[in-house]
């Protein structure tokens, strides 16, 4: 069974903080993809990443995929309350459907 | 484009009674994905179907539940008899070709089992 721990599970901070959520695991995956999941929302996806030791940003947020292909961090600059939302990594391994994680609920406060 | 929509969002349902949760994938998307969360935990992938045929329900209970994608109309998770650990959120989500394609989730439907 492959897993995929995340931490924090919960963050609760002050706009214009940075932060860092991680997921890990002991598996590879052949790709690993974080979503963000609003209240009462299905989960949205933000980014894809594929080869190991990738880095891709997206405006304040920043993904890494771990060189081994098992772990990846997302790191957001200056937190907004718009950034407010749970914070999911999901694996693909080979042909299989996604393996997700718990989750991170994140809390950006003005 | 219409992304992938759910319906009901909400379903109120007593004890033993069935449930009937509906999914109708992006435009051009022929796979479809259930996923069940429960609070405090992530997403559970259920079933992978392509229409009228089912490529792999290794995480859906044994009894009880049921998926199909019909060659027309949306793709249904039947519950039979609810008992109250059914209570979440079930989400259905498409693709345009297989699972290594980008899935699109929809919001999602509420399950209450009273």
């Known amino acids: 069974t492959q897993l995929l721990e995340q931490s924090p599970q919960f963050l609760s901070i002050q706009e214009g903080e940075n932060l860092t959520v991680y997921c890990n695991s002991s598996?590879?995956?052949?790709?690993l993809q974080w979503y963000r999941q609003e209240p009462g929302e299905g989960p949205v996806l933000l980014v894809t990443?594929?080869?190991?030791?990738e880095v891709k940003k997206l405006k304040r947020l920043t993904f890494q995929f771990g060189d081994a292909r098992k772990d990846s961090s997302l790191h957001i600059t200056a937190a907004q309350p718009g950034d407010t939302g749970l914070y999911l990594c999901?694996?693909?391994?080979?042909?299989?459907?996604?393996?997700f994680g718990k989750g991170t609920m994140l809390l950006v406060s003005p | 484009n219409a992304g992938v929509m759910q319906n009901p969002r909400h379903l109120v349902r007593r004890r033993g009674q069935e449930a009937r949760l509906r999914c109708s994938p992006m435009?051009?998307?022929?796979?479809v994905y259930w996923y069940r969360q429960l609070p405090e935990e992530g997403l559970k992938f259920m079933v992978y179907?392509?229409?009228?045929?089912?490529?792999?329900e290794s995480g859906m209970p044994k009894e009880r539940f049921s998926a199909e994608f019909p060659k027309e109309g949306p793709s249904i998770l039947r519950i039979q008899q609810v008992v109250r650990g059914d209570s979440a959120a079930y989400f259905c989500?498409?693709?345009?070709?297989?699972?290594?394609?980008?899935?699109?989730f929809g919001p999602g439907t509420r399950l209450l089992v009273l």
């Open positions: 435009k051009g998307h022929s796979h």
């Open positions: 179907l392509q229409k009228e045929n089912i490529i792999d």
């Open positions: 999901a694996g693909v391994a080979g042909y299989s459907t996604l393996t």
């Open positions: 990443v594929v080869t190991g030791g």
């Open positions: 598996s590879v995956f052949s790709s």
């Open positions: 989500a498409s693709s345009l070709r297989g699972s290594q394609e980008t899935q699109y």
